[in-house]
């Protein structure tokens, strides 16, 4: 099973960002993918959002609005469209997949089976 992250960098305060998550070694398009993100190495990780097989998504309030998840399950990879960005939202992103039930995703890490390295986006002001 591999992860592979890639798409982050610098950007300025206000700007946008796209990060994509190719992914092998399961069946993808049955999965809940998601993003999360540690914005210090002595915090917890965060969930961002997640995207259910059938392309609906769910995201955290502090995204909302201004983060875009998304996935394409033909070529078994996900996306972050990240617009209006802060930097608050500074941090290593990290694309995660788990078995779903069809119907929801789960909330919390150890819900998640596969995690890839993660990419950095920082965000200057």
């Known amino acids: 099973v591999e992860l592979a992250e890639s798409g982050g960098g610098s950007v300025q305060s206000g700007g946008s960002l796209r990060v994509s998550c190719t992914a092998s070694?399961?069946?993808?398009?049955?999965?809940?993918m998601a993003w999360w993100r540690r914005r210090n190495p002595d915090e917890e990780r965060e969930p961002v959002g997640?995207?259910?097989?059938?392309?609906?998504?769910t995201y955290a309030d502090s995204v909302k609005g201004r983060f875009t998840i998304s996935r394409d399950n033909a070529k078994n990879t996900l996306y972050l469209q990240m617009n209006s960005l802060k930097p608050e939202d500074t941090a290593t992103y990290y694309c995660?997949?788990?078995?779903?039930?069809?119907?929801?995703?789960?909330?919390?890490?150890?819900?998640?089976?596969?995690w890839g390295q993660g990419t950095q986006v920082t965000v200057s002001s």
């Open positions: 995660v997949a788990g078995e779903s039930n069809g119907r929801e995703c789960g909330e919390y890490e150890y819900e998640y089976t596969y």
């Open positions: 997640h995207i259910l097989g059938d392309g609906s998504a």
């Open positions: 070694g399961f069946r993808y398009s049955a999965y809940c």
